[in-house]
């Protein structure tokens, strides 16, 4: 007989894996981005495998090459949503270099001193908000290539086509899912690495 505690984790173990809650976890197995199984008390069991899969950095068949890791800046006002996303990001792609920021200010002087390929930009800020955030990055020269995602709270068809003018390559609706975002951001990392 194959032991459960060996080869599977609990939702409870892969939310703190992930650093997301046992509720997320939960729903991704409904809705089938992660496989597991449920045990005759009716609790789901995530075999290992699939973890590690999820955790195994993308550039597995370039082993002994020396690429360069993409930088991904993180801006939002909220610090959970920071905090958490930066460490999601980091955990299941450790290739990822990733920097987080709760201020507009900042995110300014980090455009220029952190150069990231890739933002993930809150479009309804204090201060200096997204969509200026992005106006300014995409009129410089030398940010104009970074790649913005724009995460809101205030998912309006006027908010989103506007930024996505601004020069967004897409917007992302709060609250959501971390999986997906690190799902949108893998894609645009292939785009730039």
């Not at 609990?10 to 939310?15: F, I, K, P, Q």
């Not at 270099?97 to 800020?125: Q, W």
């Not at 709060?174 to 893998?186: A, G, H, L, M, R």
């Amino acid at each position: 007989m194959i032991s459960l505690k060996n080869n599977f984790y609990t939702t409870g173990e892969v939310a703190r894996i992930l650093n997301c809650s046992r509720v997320t976890v939960f729903h991704w197995i409904l809705n089938g981005k992660i496989p597991a199984i449920r045990t005759a008390g009716g609790h789901y069991r995530i075999p290992k495998n699939n973890i590690e899969k999820l955790l195994k950095p993308l550039n597995s068949e370039q082993t002994g090459k020396q690429e360069r890791k993409i930088k991904i800046l993180v801006v939002d006002d909220e610090p959970n949503i920071v905090k958490t996303l930066v460490m999601f990001l980091k955990k299941v792609q450790p290739d990822f270099e990733v920097y987080g920021t709760t201020s507009s200010f900042d995110a300014g002087k980090l455009i220029i001193t952190f150069k990231p390929d890739i933002a993930i930009i809150d479009i309804v800020m204090p201060g200096i908000d997204g969509f200026e955030v992005v106006e300014k990055i995409k009129s410089d020269p030398l940010t104009k290539d970074i790649k913005v995602i724009a995460i809101t709270g205030y998912g309006t068809k006027e908010n989103i086509e506007k930024i996505k003018k601004k020069g967004a390559i897409l917007c992302i609706l709060k609250p959501f899912d971390y999986y997906d975002v690190v799902e949108q951001v893998k894609k645009i990392a292939e785009i730039s690495g």
